[in-house]
């Protein structure tokens, strides 16, 4: 079993950038696959990124694509998310993922969630 705490959001204007941050708490973080996904008032929670468990393989959202970074720390057991040239449109709560075996995009295959960090990009 793993915790996961995320911080790192906060009020940040268009084109300004912020560093995600997600603590997990256990032995084997190495043995999770990891995931982004966010969640905008009045709308459903949607993939955002997501890392194998080595950090060789990394997938995007095509909204993020080219502007955010998802990547690792094993020995940190740390995931973050940097997130470049932010948009009004990328305001919402963002919470990380994990799980043994994951299928990328869809959140029903992660088993364990944080609390959630909000992001708000003001234009």
């Known amino acids: 079993q793993v915790q996961l705490v995320e911080s790192g959001g906060g009020l940040v204007q268009a084109g300004g950038s912020l560093r995600l941050s997600c603590a997990a708490s256990?032995?084997?973080?190495?043995?999770?696959?990891m995931g982004w996904f966010r969640q905008a008032p009045g709308k459903e929670r949607e993939f955002a990124a997501a890392?194998?468990?080595?950090?060789?393989?990394?997938y995007y959202a095509d909204s993020v694509k080219g502007r955010f970074t998802i990547s690792r720390d094993n020995a940190k057991k740390t995931l973050y998310l940097q997130m470049n040239s932010l948009k009004p449109e990328d305001t919402a709560v963002y919470y990380c993922?994990?799980?043994?075996?994951?299928?990328?995009?869809?959140?029903?295959?992660?088993?364990?969630w944080g609390q959630g960090t909000q992001v708000t990009v003001s234009s």
């Open positions: 256990g032995r084997t973080f190495s043995m999770y696959g």
């Open positions: 890392i194998s468990k080595s950090g060789g393989s990394t």
């Open positions: 993922a994990a799980a043994y075996t994951i299928v990328p995009r869809d959140s029903k295959t992660y088993d364990y």
